[in-house]
């Protein structure tokens, strides 16, 4: 099965910083790459798909890019209610395998 | 707006069985692959297994093979997930999830609200 690997594992930057998250999978997926906000208690809810593709009523703070294997969700302005568990999954095929999560809190 | 409500986790024994429901609405259910997706407390999302439409596709995950059974119901809209052999590792919240879009394999569009399994003597 394929591998996704994502860093940090956490981060703590300042509001208004720029925020870059990376997940990298272990063979190549195409774009079929999804990432999602999960807020302490909440439940997950999906940012971006097909790479950089953004989900309906999601801030264009968010943005997701792709190179190769290596895929990259960017918060250009960090705000308080950013403070969440990111997560990629993969979907080119089954299983559809989350990567272990991006912890972002303010610095 | 579509809505999914999962119902029937618990406190089970090590080896007991469960199993899971999820009502939807708001949408066309035969129309969308099912999830299950769950997360150990203080742990990751991890994928556990979906079913297509129609039920001609079914996928389960390593961890759950051979243990779960995912099935719908067209008719009534509803999914659901039979656990069996439960260990103390399947302890978790259990999300109901629909795929984003018509593909069988797809990001998880739409969440329960999840219902909590614990495995424990």
């Known amino acids: 099965d394929i591998q996704m690997t994502q860093s940090p594992s956490s981060l703590s930057a300042s509001v208004g910083d720029s925020v870059t998250i990376t997940c990298r999978a272990s063979q190549v997926i195409s774009n079929y790459l999804a990432w999602y906000q999960q807020k302490p208690g909440k439940v997950p809810k999906l940012l971006i798909f097909a790479a950089s593709t953004l989900q309906s009523g999601v801030s264009s703070r968010f943005s997701g890019s792709a190179s190769g294997t290596d895929f990259t969700l960017t918060i250009s302005s960090l705000q308080p209610e950013d403070v969440a568990t990111y997560y990629c999954q993969k979907y080119n095929s089954a299983p559809p395998t989350f990567g272990g999560g991006t912890k972002v809190e303010i610095k | 707006e579509v809505q999914l409500v999962e119902s029937g986790g618990g406190l089970v024994k090590p080896g007991g069985s469960l199993r899971l429901s999820c009502a939807a609405s708001g949408f066309t259910f035969s129309g969308y692959t099912m999830n299950w997706v769950r997360q150990a407390p203080g742990k990751g999302l991890e994928w556990v297994s979906h079913i297509s439409g129609d039920s001609r596709y079914i996928y389960y995950a390593d961890s759950v093979k051979g243990r779960f059974t995912i099935s719908r119901d067209n008719a009534k809209n509803s999914l659901y997930l039979q656990m069996n052999s439960l260990r103390a590792e399947d302890t978790a919240v259990y999300y109901c999830?629909?795929?984003?879009?018509?593909?069988?394999?797809?990001?998880?569009?739409?969440w329960g609200q999840g219902t909590l399994v614990t495995v424990s003597s």
């Open positions: 999830t629909r795929a984003l879009g018509t593909l069988v394999v797809a990001p998880q569009g739409n």
